[in-house]
């Protein structure tokens, strides 16, 4: 348990000092330092010191989140399909015989407690990574027949991908990273310009085009991989953990462009 660790470390006679947007850390914690007010250009300032108790009457966004006041509304609707992804028999690390189908056109959340198999689910139902046994079936034909080149070619064609860590390039502008999905796609230079700049937009970072990946935000750099990952406009975006290294506020941002994407 990371929060009892935490506390044994203090207990020892530690300072502790740890970044974090956990609501269980933060309830836990003796002191909390908010910055803010928004992200990016918008932050920069401290818009709160003190403890858990009084930090839930502050007018902070992390604290209107925390009391309640603000919340992520939970979908009215669910989509329904008829197609899938079909794993059946999928054995590795800690994956058993996995039979599970994953419906397409819609927004499907994998979830679990930590090494479960979250991660080595979708590594293997998007061919990242192949199974030691198993079968997974898309548009009815098993990729894991195929070979390293074909899968390449087929996930590059249909899939894309926005990890947690975003590997984006760090001192390439938000522009050439944008790019990079369509230069290997084949896109004529004619034609990314638009594309690239619709993706911008959508993250709301048209205005960074020109800024080098280094100098953004941990929650920019996460817009910037999204923008990446949706510029071929993919049949299928798998996201592994996009949120766990934001704050509230911008993971909100994040799983509201994940759920209109869909």
Request: aromatic residues 6%.
């Amino acid at each position: 348990n990371l929060i009892g660790v935490l506390k044994q470390l203090r207990d020892l006679g530690n300072t502790v000092i740890v970044v974090e947007h956990d609501e269980d850390v933060m309830r836990e914690a003796d002191y909390i330092i908010d910055i803010g007010p928004e992200a990016g250009y918008l932050g920069g300032d401290l818009v709160f010191s003190g403890d858990y108790k009084e930090m839930m009457k502050a007018d902070t966004l992390t604290a209107k989140y925390l009391n309640g006041d603000l919340e992520i509304e939970v979908p009215a609707k669910r989509r329904k399909t008829k197609e899938f992804i079909a794993i059946k028999g999928a054995r590795q690390n800690n994956l058993k015989n996995v039979d599970v189908n994953v419906p397409l056109e819609c927004l499907t959340v994998i979830t679990g407690v930590s090494g479960s198999g979250k991660s080595t689910l979708m590594h293997a139902m998007s061919g990242l990574d192949r199974p030691e046994q198993g079968q997974v079936f898309v548009d009815d034909q098993d990729i894991l027949k195929l070979k390293a080149k074909a899968v390449d070619a087929f996930r590059g064609r249909k899939m894309s991908f926005i990890f947690q860590s975003f590997f984006i390039h760090a001192n390439e502008t938000c522009y050439d990273n944008v790019a990079l999905p369509l230069e290997i796609a084949g896109v004529p230079r004619g034609q990314r310009r638009a594309k690239i700049e619709a993706a911008l937009t959508a993250v709301e970072l048209l205005d960074k085009k020109k800024s080098y990946a280094r100098n953004l935000s941990g929650g920019q750099k996460q817009r910037l991989a999204i923008a990446r990952a949706t510029v071929n406009e993919p049949q299928i975006l798998f996201a592994d953990e996009p949120t766990g290294n934001l704050d509230t506020t911008t993971g909100g941002v994040v799983e509201d462009f994940l759920f209109n994407y869909s």
